[in-house]
């Protein structure tokens, strides 16, 4: 059974980089067919789709978030991260990773974390 788990710091100061390490745990990230994704919830809102890396490396961003966000993987690791640069306080939210590409077709989700961006 795929289980995910999201881990890293619950405050970032604004300006700085938000770092998010999602592990998997019970299969692989390279295993065919398979993509990684992360969403996001601000406080109130609905989920947002920030970006996906597939199986074979290859990434795709959110296009409002593309020119901040980094998405990578550690293979040796079965690690997935995520870096947002830049923050604000409106990147505050709950940082989730999943597997899949769509938010109504991810099979597997972490349970989240709570990013604060404040001074």
């Known amino acids: 059974q795929v289980q995910l788990q999201e881990s890293g710091p619950g405050l970032v100061k604004p300006s700085q980089t938000l770092s998010l390490t999602c592990t998997v745990s019970?299969?692989?990230?390279?295993?065919?067919?398979?993509?990684w994704s992360w969403i996001r919830q601000p406080p109130g809102k609905g989920l947002e789709w920030v970006g996906v890396i597939g199986y074979s490396g290859g990434t795709v961003y959110s296009p409002s978030l593309k020119s901040r966000t980094s998405i990578s993987r550690d293979t040796s690791k079965n690690q997935v991260t995520l870096q947002l640069s830049s923050v604000t306080p409106e990147d505050t939210a709950v940082y989730f990773c999943?597997?899949?590409?769509?938010?109504?077709?991810?099979?597997?989700w972490g349970k989240g974390t709570l990013v604060t961006v404040s001074s």
């Open positions: 019970g299969g692989s990230i390279t295993d065919n067919y398979y993509y």
């Open positions: 999943a597997r899949g590409v769509y938010l109504d077709n991810m099979d597997v």
